[in-house]
């Protein structure tokens, strides 16, 4: 059932959705590693996107942000680790390699999705943020596949 007859608040509510399972993914991944470089990675990352989810949500209600400038957005080489392994569902005894596949490919979608909005938006300054959480969402995949490259590749 919708909730709304705006289709960009349907999507505003799933892409704050995201954000909150990202958070959760990224402070259960938190509690299993044992590296305290890649336990604070991992903490930082959920701590961002609780930042995105507050953007979404003044989105949502209509609020002003404040405008992205071209300063802030930086470039993001994609390592695309994870676009190539296969992604298991998450269950409680999941591992810390099928966490990062899982996390990477959702930053990968996150990105996909804000890219997409920021094609679509109406404004300049909408445009501006949806491509500030695409470049973001980029910036956390390539955090997470350099946390798998570390941890997983250097272990095989």
Known sequence: ??????????????????????YTLYTSAACMVEIPHAKEILKDL?????????????????EVFQVISDGQQK????????DYLVEEPLASDSDLQNILIVAGKRENASHNLYAALAKVSEDEDTTRLFEFLANEE????????????EIIYKEN
């Open 138 to 149: 980029l910036t956390h995949k390539h955090r997470v596949e350099s946390l798998y490259d």
């Open 75 to 82: 470039k993001v080489a994609d390592l695309k680790i994870t």
């Open 1 to 22: 059932m919708r909730t709304s007859d705006n289709p960009i608040h349907d999507i505003l509510r799933t892409a704050i959705q995201r954000e909150i399972d990202a």
């Open 46 to 62: 959920a701590a961002q996107e609780v930042g995105h989810r507050h953007k979404l949500e003044a989105l949502l209600k209509g």
